[in-house]
């Protein structure tokens, strides 16, 4: 690699003025233009030498003067390109050599250690400009990117990041695209994805029956009339396919719907401009820098009041009622052509049948998606792997991630040094593994919902993929006490698994997250999770320490009529809190609105039910004390068509309300302290005949848990908060109690890398047998 011309350093070198230092940089460095970045820096202070991508990172192998060596180290950690995240820099002293020049060396097979891998990223502001320049080469071509911008995980299928271990190997470089690609001083140099209309891939419009429509810029702009005439089209995006349909088009929206069997969950949307959705959302400095990012997520906002008339409103079906959007804006130049040709909001969601995973493969599109989409906008760059749009909602100048997906996954959580690695086999629902290893804790993208063959199959291709991409072979596996999820059974076939309490679990990860290792008092109130004792929790307190724990305080519980039945309807868990306080006499406690829409014979198994303890586990669940709310105020007393919906309501209805109030709750002894919500469900029922607003009253009961969480917190004399678990996704419950705690001068955290829901579980699983967690008795 070294060879000819420059003199000075050299020269130098026989007088010792000379050194030499081999430089191993770790975390997320390739894919980035590290090494380009690492070629100018070395010319800028007139160093000779190579850099590498290795599986290990990036080696830098630098000789020069010391103080231009030193200045060059420091530059290197101060000044990353924007995307890298270094990790750690391990510095060697090498024999000086007679290197006579710079270079960027071919990637080499070197040692077997791992390194981060680079999340997709979003379209950067100068390909943006370039696919909108009629005069560029680039004009319009949908597949544009850059070292700063373009698809990286998705398209990986082995370390070290290199063209050929790319979904690109089949393309190969024009040689306009190759000069980029081999000019330091390019844009492209090293971009591994990079491609023209020349020569890299391109798109197609195919009818259901797979037949072409047509194909480059004719595909993308009959795509577009098919959206404007309310068709929905499947879209080959990033991480997988999505669909797409007019968010303005009401009839159009609910045949998605239906054909999707996805009658209420709210829907994505993407707005062609930040500017457009500040017309329909309120965007806060903070949400607008998130959906600018190279991440680019789908962002939940809060809906403006009042603006349903406007022209380009998105129509009512897309979030059925609820005070809030998901919104993102166009992340590939695909889409950013796309929405700027249309110029109003299309509903994005993901392409796939009810709870299987996003679809990838154009054939498994066709198959899968027939029956819903209208079109396929397809193109002939593999996906490696699925992966859907991330999540997120902004609490307080922080962020809640609620889907961690593409852009932000794999996410790198650093943790303590354990003695082995660790495979955390996360939860059921909304699953996702983690793998630990050397002080690194690496969190999966969402796997899904475990529930069909091919959501299983994904799952566990995750754990071989990720695995081999990281280079970790686990020594141990964690995974959820629940013998039934699909996850604790699978880890069970790859050795002996620790199982760890699910809301442990879901504090540890908070404490992993921010690197926690005081006493810290954990919040985890969410739906469900299988307790030591067998029942239901969900409203649990903890205090934690560096190696133990201690459950401190519950909520009361009360029975759910029908288990598992009782979880998608709401009536049936305000049968059984009302049956915990009035016992047989709960009936005449019931408001109208519940009995009326619960047949007489419904009644009758449910008061038998109850009476015998029969199948209605008991539970101490907040996700259900919410079920059960919101059903007693007439906010949602039917089944629920989607997991939060009952709580997502209540949610909006307080939202709507500036009621200060907050309502009685006891504290009882039975070992452990139990909070008594009875008091205030009285309040509630009592308020409610009087004829005050639900949505007031469903502002008090957010308010309650609220001071609930402050009493906890001054009982355990803690001065560290941590909240984490399901019930959290409610932004106003999490902002409220966040501000009651923190007036009382205590510090609050929540996870902010990774989910608070279940899909950052695994990293508190992980982090639980790094530790070796104990129960304090
Ligand atoms: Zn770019
Ligand atoms: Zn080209
Ligand atoms: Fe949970």
């Not at 309807?569 to 047989?584: I, Q, S």
């Amino acid at each position: 690699m070294c060879s000819t011309e420059r003199q000075p350093v050299v020269a130098s070198a026989q007088n010792g003025l000379v050194q030499r230092r081999r430089l191993t940089v770790t975390g997320r460095v390739q894919g980035v233009g590290f090494r380009p970045f690492v070629y100018r820096l070395a010319l800028h202070y007139n160093l000779v030498g190579q850099v590498s991508n290795t599986t290990s990172g990036v080696t830098i192998d630098v000789q020069g003067g010391p103080t231009q060596v030193q200045s060059f180290r420091k530059q290197l950690e101060i000044q990353p390109p924007q995307q890298a995240a270094i990790e750690a820099v391990a510095v060697e002293t090498l024999p000086v050599n007679d290197c006579r020049e710079f270079s960027i060396a071919d990637s080499t097979d070197g040692p077997a250690v791992s390194t981060t891998v680079t999340p997709d990223l979003a379209m950067c502001d100068d390909c943006r400009r370039e696919v909108l320049d009629p005069t560029n080469l680039r004009y319009r071509y949908p597949f544009t990117n850059c070292t700063n911008c373009g698809p990286r995980y998705t398209i990986i299928s082995e370390l070290p990041y290199d063209r050929e271990h790319t979904a690109m190997r089949q393309f190969s470089m024009c040689d306009t695209c190759r000069a980029e690609y081999n000019n330091p001083a390019n844009r492209r140099f090293h971009a591994q994805p990079n491609a023209c209309p020349e020569c890299g891939p391109q798109l197609e419009l195919i009818a259901p029956d797979g037949s072409t429509m047509s194909r480059r810029d004719d595909a993308l702009e009959q795509a577009a009339w098919a959206l404007r005439d309310g068709l929905i089209v499947a879209l080959k995006g990033l991480g997988g396919f999505q669909l797409l349909v007019d968010a303005r088009n009401d009839q159009a929206i609910l045949r998605l719907r239906r054909r999707k069997v996805r009658p209420e969950k709210p829907l994505a949307v993407m707005y062609p401009s930040i500017d457009q959705i500040r017309e329909h959302c309120r965007v806060s400095t903070m949400a607008e820098t998130w959906l600018n990012s190279p991440v680019a997520p789908i962002v939940l906002l809060p809906l403006r009041s009042g603006q349903m008339d406007h022209p380009d409103h998105p129509a009512p079906s897309v979030s059925c009622g609820l005070g809030t959007l998901g919104v993102m804006v166009p992340y590939t130049p695909l889409h950013l052509l796309l929405l700027d040709d249309l110029g109003f909001p299309v509903v994005a969601t993901s392409g796939n049948r009810s709870g299987d995973p996003i679809c990838i493969d154009n054939d498994e599109a066709l198959d899968c998606l027939g029956g819903i989409a209208d079109l396929f906008l397809v193109h002939n760059r593999p996906i490696v792997r699925p992966i859907d749009d991330s999540v997120i909602r902004v609490v307080e100048d922080r962020i809640v991630v609620m889907r961690l997906a593409r852009g932000l996954a794999p996410a790198v959580v650093h943790s303590e040094t354990g003695s082995s690695s660790v495979l955390a086999a996360g939860g059921h629902m909304k699953s996702a593994l983690a793998f630990a290893d050397k002080g690194r804790l690496i969190l999966s993208q969402h796997t899904g919902e475990l529930d069909t063959p091919r959501s299983r199959r994904n799952y566990r291709s995750s754990i071989d993929d990720l695995g081999q991409l990281i280079n970790i072979t686990p020594a141990h596996v964690a995974c959820d006490m629940h013998p039934d999820y699909f996850s604790t059974r699978y880890a069970a076939t790859l050795g002996t698994p620790v199982t760890v309490q699910h809301h442990l679990a879901h504090i540890l990860t908070a404490i992993a997250d921010h690197r926690l290792k005081e006493p810290v008092l954990g919040l985890a109130w969410d739906g469900t999770g299988l307790g030591e004792d067998n029942t239901i929790w969900g409203g649990e307190a903890f205090i934690v320490d560096a190696e133990a724990y201690e459950r401190i305080v519950s909520m009361r519980q009360f029975a759910l009529p029908g288990a598992e039945q009782a979880i998608h309807d709401p009536r049936r868990a305000a049968v059984g809190l009302l049956h915990a306080c009035f016992a047989g006499r709960y009936r005449e406690h019931l408001p109208g609105h519940v009995s009326a829409v619960l047949s007489k014979q419904e009644l009758t198994v449910l008061d038998s039910m109850l009476a015998h303890g029969v199948n209605s586990p008991m539970t101490s669940s907040i996700g259900r004390l919410f079920d059960a709310v919101a059903a007693l105020l007439g906010i949602f007393v039917r089944k629920s068509t989607f997991e939060g919906q009952a709580a997502m309501l209540l949610e909006a209805a307080a939202a709507q309300s500036v009621d200060s109030h907050s309502l009685p709750f006891a504290l009882t002894e039975e070992g452990l302290t139990r909070i008594d919500w009875a008091p205030t469900i009285d309040s509630l029922l009592t308020a409610l005949a009087r004829g005050d607003y639900p949505s007031d009253l469903a502002r008090r009961f957010h308010s309650t848990l609220a001071e609930i969480a402050l009493q906890i917190a001054k009982r355990s004399g803690l001065s560290t908060v941590v909240l984490s678990g399901g019930c959290f996704q409610n932004g106003l419950l999490l902002a409220m109690c966040s501000k009651r705690l923190r007036q009382e001068g205590l510090s609050v955290y929540w996870p902010e890398t990774v989910p608070l829901n279940d899909g950052g579980l695994a990293v508190g699983q992980a982090l639980a047998v790094i530790r070796n967690m104990k129960e304090r008795r």
